[in-house]
T-cell receptor, first 114, second 112 residues
């Protein structure tokens, strides 16, 4: 059983640029959630995708967008990057749009905006 | 607004000591989860507590869910350097099933 894989592991972008982060969900999981974790803080919910549709969104602006593909993998896109977007971006997969069996997190993508 | 507040934020202890981490809220949660995160890795689920007053044990770790389901605690007995990491509590966002709200975390350092 493969876990959640995220790519790339590290990324440096310039303010104003756009970035795409990728996530492959754990085998058997059909739900992907994205979280932003600032240094020394807990993860903050960005949005969730279930059956290829957005299934809830946290308090993030529209320049944060995403996709889920038929194989349940997912992308997080951030436009017009700001310095405050520097963070660890975590992808978590689960089954059935819920969380009762717990999330499986990837190791994250460390994004630095300069 | 649902919030989970953890205390303490930082804890540095010697190997063999006991410690307790707290997770508190003014809101009722249907359940709470505890995760452990190591540097450069994603959080790993330790336990889910569902029933008010529930106590779960995982080797030297004891988790308790408050009777009113507004708080939880994590107690570690005889801490070891391998316990070092960021401990996070998390609960489901009300009316938004499948999404979690996290506390700010407790960074634990266990020195040999």
């Amino acid at each position: 059983e493969t876990g959640v894989t995220q790519s790339p592991t590290h990324l440096i972008k310039t303010r104003g640029q756009q970035v795409t982060l990728r996530c492959s969900s754990q085998s058997g999981h059909n739900t992907v959630s994205w979280y932003q974790q600032a240094l020394g803080q807990g993860p903050q919910f960005i949005f969730q995708y279930y059956r290829e549709e957005e299934n809830g969104r946290g308090n993030f602006p529209p320049r944060f967008s995403g996709l889920q593909f038929p194989n349940y993998s997912s992308e997080l896109n951030v436009n017009a990057l700001e310095l405050d977007d520097s963070a660890l971006y975590l992808c978590a997969s689960s089954f059935g749009g819920g969380w009762n069996y717990g999330y499986t997190f990837g190791s994250g993508t460390r994004l630095t905006v300069v | 607004t649902q919030l989970l507040e953890q205390s303490p934020q930082f804890l540095s202890i010697q190997e063999g000591e006991n410690l307790t981490v707290y997770c508190n809220s003014s809101s009722v949660f249907s359940s709470l989860q505890w995760y452990r995160q190591e540097p450069g890795e994603g959080p790993v689920l330790l336990v889910t507590v569902v029933t008010g007053g529930e106590v779960k044990k995982l080797k030297r770790l004891t988790f308790q869910f408050g009777d009113a389901r507004k708080d939880s605690s994590l107690h570690i007995t005889a801490a070891q350097p391998g316990d070092t990491g960021l401990y996070l509590c998390a609960g489901p966002i009300r009316g938004n099933t499948g999404k979690l709200i996290f506390g700010q975390g407790t960074t634990l350092q266990v020195k040999p």
